[in-house]
T-cell receptor
Framework: DTEVTQTPKHLVMGMTNKKSLKCEQH?????MYWYKQKAKKPPELMFV???????INESVPSRFSPECPNSSLLNLHLHALQPEDSALYLC?????????????????FGSGTRLTVV | AQSVTQPDIHITVSEGASLELRCNYS??????LFWYVQSPGQGLQLLLK??????LVQGIKGFEAEFKRSQSSFNLRKPSVHWSDAAEYFC?????????????FGQGTRLTINP
């Protein structure tokens, strides 16, 4: 299995709703990532998990709450979002940089969840 | 801090013509460089990557890229484009960060193919 699977593919939510995005990989990757991508822009890093521990939070508002229940799963819990949070949310995974002899192998991305906040 | 510049926001080429997408990077050490492609509404697919060694890197879908340290460039090329190559292309520079990797992306180049 060489894929990162994200669900749902599309999500429409109101500003008072609570929803979750899910991401799963079975490649044995120990680092997982959440990126946000607005239209016609590059992906922007939100969170990094390494060995199921949160290692980077790029000053993301608390209405976004990540969770890594195990090495294969990554969730992003959403609550009280704003319309400007509408975007494509991408999950990615990678092999460990340092344990691969310091080599950065790049990410495998999921297809993303298209989120619309109304 | 590392950064990536893609000077061309939008490029249009005719089907069958050759293609070169430009990428310049800024990084203090040996860079890890990547090209990704993104079709509309989709995730990013890795085309190729450079870590060290041969400066001409072959990737998927007939793409190649050449690393030129003296010019801080990593340009993507294809000898003959197909209509299916129309997409957004992102150049990225990577670094290790604890047990994880951090990729910094350029702004992207949108490729349009004329029939």
């Amino acid at each position: 299995d060489t894929e990162v699977t994200q669900t749902p593919k599309h999500l429409v939510m109101g500003m008072t709703n609570k929803k979750s995005l899910k991401c799963e990989q079975h490649m044995g990757h120990r680092a997982m990532y959440w990126y946000k991508q607005k239209a016609k822009k590059p992906p922007e890093l939100m969170f990094v998990y390494s060995y199921e521990k949160l290692s980077i939070n790029e000053s993301v508002p608390s209405r976004f709450s990540p969770e890594c229940p195990n090495s294969s799963l990554l969730n992003l819990h959403l609550h009280a979002l704003q319309p400007e949070d509408s975007a494509l949310y991408l999950c990615a995974s990678s092999q460990e940089g340092i344990l691969r002899g310091g080599r950065v192998s790049g990410y495998t991305f999921g297809s993303g969840t298209r989120l619309t906040v109304v | 801090a590392q950064s990536v510049t893609q000077p061309d926001i939008h490029i249009t080429v005719s089907e069958g013509a050759s293609l070169e997408l430009r990428c310049n990077y800024s990084y203090g050490a040996t860079p890890y460089l990547f090209w990704y492609v993104q079709s509309p509404g989709q995730g990013l697919q890795l085309l190729l990557k450079y870590f060290s060694g041969d400066t001409l890197v072959q990737g998927i879908k007939g793409f190649e890229a050449e690393f030129k340290r003296s010019q801080s460039s990593f340009n993507l090329r294809k000898p003959s484009v197909h209509w299916s190559d129309a997409a957004e292309y992102f150049c990225a520079v990577g670094s290790t960060l604890g047990g994880a990797q951090k990729l910094v992306f350029g702004q992207g180049t949108r490729l349009t193919i004329n029939p």
